[in-house]
Each structure stands twice: as C-alpha cells, then as structure tokens.
C-alpha cells in the first residue's frame, strides 16, 4: 500500500488516502465499459472448498436479502451466483464523508467438476453469508477380477 499522491491530475480531499495506481485510466471497451463496473462484479468475495461429501461456496452478501440472490447451474456444470446490492436511499440533507460499499449487479460463476451431483445442490442464507453445497457424486471403484494363472 502506498501513500503516494495522485500524480493523474485527480484531487484528494484527505491526504492519507491510499493511492490507486488505476484510478485515473479510462478503461474502454468489453466488461470494463462502464467506470468501477469490474468492481461490482469482483467485489463479492467466495470461497470454495472441497470435503469428503460435497463442494462448499460460501459468498459474503452484507445487506442482501436472499430474495436479491439467484444460484443457477447452467448446463457444462457452470455454477452462476448472481444478484443486486440495492442503493442505499439519499436523504436531501445528507452530506457523505465516504461510499465505499459496493451496490449494484454482482455475479460469480464457476465451473464444477465432473464428480458433482448438479441436481441436488442446495442454497441457504444465514446473517448475510450465502452458503452453496454442491453434493459429490459417488466415485464408482472399478471392479477388480482375479484371474488365476494356470501352468
């Protein structure tokens, strides 16, 4: 992190700000259209991980209501997390010191293996944390045949 100021021509009101390197670039074309459009999308944080039963995503949604989320299996086993962070309401009188909660569309999508059950996922919402468990399906061992040796 870096305390280095602005040297792109933008202004800062405080002058321990981090620095973003980034801040100033016009990013043109494709998903980076639309300026802290990535940020929306990058910004809802997942983790994933694999136990003995199943595939676990876990996914921090503050502030969302589960109505606001969609979890959707596309066909190629594309798990696809999606929803909209609302727009906290503005007060005429309000003055904002800083906003640095996200809000808008979000979506994560990730591609599953082949060793998952896509039928039987399931989703639950709990104290603003989203929890996916995508069952694994049972690893069928080969059958093994003993064969005597003759002579």
């Known amino acids: 992190m870096s305390l280095i100021p602005s040297f792109f021509g933008g202004?800062?009101?405080?002058?321990?700000?981090l620095?973003?390197?980034?801040q100033d670039f016009p990013f043109t074309g494709g998903a980076?259209?639309?300026?802290?459009?990535t940020a929306l999308f990058a910004n809802t944080r997942i983790d994933w991980k694999e136990t003995p039963e199943a595939h676990v995503f876990k996914a921090d949604l503050p502030g969302v209501k589960k109505e606001e989320v969609k979890v959707e299996v596309e066909e190629g086993r594309i798990l696809q997390i999606?929803?909209?962070r609302r727009v906290e309401k503005e007060e005429k009188n309000d003055k904002w010191h800083r906003v640095e909660r996200s809000s808008g569309k979000f979506m994560r999508r990730f591609r599953l293996p082949e060793n998952?059950?896509?039928?039987?996922v399931k989703a639950a919402m709990e104290n603003g944390?989203?929890?996916v468990t995508v069952p694994k399906a049972e690893v069928?061992?080969?059958d093994v045949?003993?064969?005597?040796?003759s002579g």
């Open 82 to 84: 999606s929803g909209d």
């Open 32 to 37: 980076l259209s639309v300026p802290g459009e």
């Open 116 to 120: 998952v059950k896509v039928n039987e």
């Open 140 to 142: 069928k061992k080969p």
């Open 19 to 22: 620095w973003d390197p980034f």
């Open 11 to 17: 202004r800062r009101n405080n002058t321990f700000d």
């Open 129 to 131: 944390v989203l929890t």
């Open 145 to 149: 045949k003993a064969i005597d040796i």
